[in-house]
């Protein structure tokens, strides 16, 4: 069964940091390109960034480039978001997914919560 | 950015029907158009991917068509299951995008 199980989340300040973890099981992650992908509250869906299966390639929304990071640990089936600078409009259900075009499956999100 | 406009954005409807939600994009994606159903509290499913390829386990009352432009996203005998929010997406280039959105309801 394929699993995406996401941590990190909280409450930070503006202009804070803090990192998203993925735990993936279940497929061969290695082998595809992954995604991170937000939902403000009773919003709908917002793409933030993909990374390639080989982790070379990185893409990015305008609104997170230059204070967002993805990057990959295969060795360990792990996704990662790295966010910095933070700002009340990136409060949000933040999901990890499979796949970095269409993706095939999606975690159950972590929270991220940006106030002072 | 390409952007995607779906209609309509919510709409009422009864076990047995059948229902068509469309998505327009602002230039052509070819046939690079997903599509995803969201239930509350839970993380989107895919459906439909290619415009018009259905997704191992995703029941058949569920089709896609469409191109370059213009998608429909079909669900015939609406089951109770059915009743969730539905996304458009496109991956024809990045930045990847998503419709607003079409809450299918009772």
């Known amino acids: 069964e394929v699993q995406l199980v996401e941590s990190g989340g909280g409450l930070v300040q503006p202009g804070g940091s803090l990192r998203l973890s993925c735990l993936a099981s279940?497929?061969?992650?290695?082998?595809?390109?992954m995604s991170w992908v937000r939902q403000a509250p009773g919003k709908g869906l917002e793409w933030v960034s993909s990374i390639s299966r080989s982790g070379i390639s990185t893409y990015y929304a305008d609104s997170v480039r230059g204070r967002f990071t993805i990057s990959r640990d295969d060795s360990k089936n792990t996704l990662f978001l790295q966010m910095s600078s933070l700002r009340a409009e990136d409060a949000a259900l933040y999901y990890c997914?499979?796949?970095?075009?269409?993706?095939?499956?999606w975690g159950q999100g972590t929270l991220v919560t940006v106030s002072s | 950015a390409i952007q995607l406009t779906q209609s309509p954005s919510s709409l009422s409807a009864s076990v047995g029907d059948r229902v068509s939600i469309t998505c327009r994009a602002s230039q052509d994606i070819s046939s690079d158009l997903a599509w995803y159903q969201q239930k509350p509290g839970k993380g989107p499913k895919l459906l439909i991917s290619?415009?018009?390829s259905l997704e191992s386990g995703v029941p058949s009352r569920f089709s896609g068509s469409g191109s370059a432009t213009d998608f429909t996203l079909t669900i015939s005998n609406l089951q109770p299951e059915d009743f969730a929010t539905y996304y458009c997406?496109?991956?024809?280039?990045?930045?990847?995008?998503f419709g607003g959105g079409t809450k299918v309801q009772i």
């Open positions: 290619a415009a018009s």
């Open positions: 997914a499979a796949g970095a075009t269409a993706p095939f499956h």
């Open positions: 997406q496109q991956f024809s280039r990045y930045p990847l995008t």
């Open positions: 279940g497929f061969s992650f290695s082998s595809y390109g």
